[in-house]
Each structure stands twice: as structure tokens, then as C-alpha cells.
T-cell receptor, first 116, second 108 residues
Framework: KAGVTQTPRYLIKTRGQQVTLSCSPISGHRSVSWYQQTPGQGLQFLFEYFSETQRNKGNFPGRFSGRQFSNSRSEMNVSTLELGDSALYLC???????????????FGPGTRLTVL | SQQGEEDPQALSIQEGENATMNCSYKTSINNLQWYRQNSGRGLVHLILIRSNEREKHSGRLRVTLDTSKKSSSLLITASRAADTASYFCATYDYKLSFGAGTTVTVRA
């Protein structure tokens, strides 16, 4: 099976702009989660989507949003970019298990966003 | 916020030696997972241990879990240069909460 893919791999934006990142999960995986990785804060959970619905959300401002399509592909959007949004954005997909829990999460290569 | 703390923050060993890193966490968990990351790239899943398991092996990896102490350890035996990477533990409770990671350097 093909792994998780993320596009684009690198992105440079300026403050105030908005950006959309894309993630294609492993075939058959219906849960997609997004994480932000920065040197200062480490890896932090943004949100999780399952069956086109946001199921869980981390502590990020409303400028960060996402969606999931019927084929499980997911996008995340960051509006009004700030310098602090520069980070590696990682997408992970997983099988869904009973009770809303997911199993092993498989990560994509990430999108490196630089905000100037 | 990060769930756990990893110890040590950095580790430098000779090829062929064993590497051990520890992870402590704060809340009850469903499972704990270990990941490897090479040079700021994506995370590679290494091993998952469930809360009702105490030890698990995968190739040269051995993971232990002590839920009473809220801690886990990852042992890499007979290390290779290719094991040079950052290693993260992550507890799972509807989301993955990562520690700060241990940077392992394996010297040839």
C-alpha cells in the first residue's frame, strides 16, 4: 500500500497570507490527524477528522481549520499567517477502532511551512 | 502541551552498543507508541504497546511499559549508524501526545 502523502512538501508564505495543505491517507484509513512540529513547542495535535467530521481538536486558534472529503483526503488551512506558524505540519492516518479510538498512526513526510 | 518527558535529551553511542531511552507520562493511557524521526522528516512508527502489556519486542527494539510508574523505556540493541535519529514516545488518548524526544547519535 502507498503511504501517507502530503503536498506540497515545502511552502514559503508571507505574514497575513493564507495557506492550504493537503494530505492523502493510506488506502482504507478513515481517520486523519494533523500535527504541528516546532523547535520550541515540539509536536502538538491540531485536529482529527473521521468520516468528514472533525472528531477531536487541539488548542489552536480558529485560524487553523481543516476538512475531510468523502475519499478521506484531508486539507488544513491556516488563515492570516503569523511568523510563529512556521513549522513542519504532519498528517497521520489510521484505522478507526471501536469506541472512537484509533490504532497506530502512520505519518506522512510533512509540509515545511516558512512564514516571512 | 506535551504529555511526557523523555530522558536523556541526547545520547551518543558507538556502533554496536545498546541505546536506552526513557519516557514518563502524566495521565492514564490507552496505549503508548514510539516513533523515530530522521532530520526533521516525517515520523516512522516503531512500536505500539497497549496499557495491558508490560513488554514488547520488534527486531532490535524492546519496549517496556510500567503503568503504575507511568513510564516506558525503549531499548535499541546492537545500534547501527542508520539508527541516528530523534526518538519520541507518544501516549494515545483520542490523540497522540508527544514527549520532547531523545536525539540519538550512533558513531561509526
Amino acid at each position: 500500500k502507498a503511504g501517507v502523502t502530503q503536498t506540497p512538501r515545502y511552502l514559503i508564505k508571507t505574514r497575513g497570507q493564507q495557506v492550504t495543505l493537503s494530505c492523502s491517507p493510506i488506502s482504507g484509513h478513515r481517520s486523519v490527524s494533523w500535527y504541528q512540529q516546532t523547535p520550541g513547542q515540539g509536536l502538538q495535535f491540531l485536529f482529527e477528522y473521521f468520516s468528514e467530521t472533525q472528531r477531536n481538536k487541539g488548542n489552536f486558534p480558529g485560524r487553523f481549520s481543516g476538512r475531510q472529503f468523502s475519499n478521506s483526503r484531508s486539507e488544513m488551512n491556516v488563515s492570516t499567517l503569523e511568523l510563529g506558524d512556521s513549522a513542519l505540519y504532519l498528517c497521520a492516518s489510521s484505522h478507526d477502532m471501536a469506541g472512537g479510538f484509533t490504532d497506530t498512526q502512520y505519518f506522512g513526510p510533512g509540509t515545511r511551512l516558512t512564514v516571512l | 502541551s506535551q504529555q511526557g518527558e523523555e530522558d536523556p535529551q541526547a545520547l551518543s553511542i558507538q556502533e554496536g552498543e545498546n541505546a536506552t531511552m526513557n519516557c514518563s507520562y502524566k495521565t492514564s493511557i490507552n496505549n503508548l507508541q514510539w516513533y523515530r524521526q530522521n532530520s526533521g522528516r516525517g515520523l516512522v512508527h516503531l512500536i505500539l504497546i497497549r496499557s495491558n502489556e508490560r513488554e514488547k519486542h520488534s527486531g532490535r527494539l524492546r519496549v517496556t511499559l510500567d503503568t503504575s510508574k507511568k513510564s516506558s523505556s525503549l531499548l535499541i540493541t546492537a545500534s547501527r549508524a542508520a539508527d541516528t535519529a530523534s526518538y519520541f514516545c507518544a501516549t494515545y488518548d483520542y490523540k497522540l501526545s508527544f514527549g520532547a524526544g531523545t536525539t540519538v547519535t550512533v558513531r561509526a
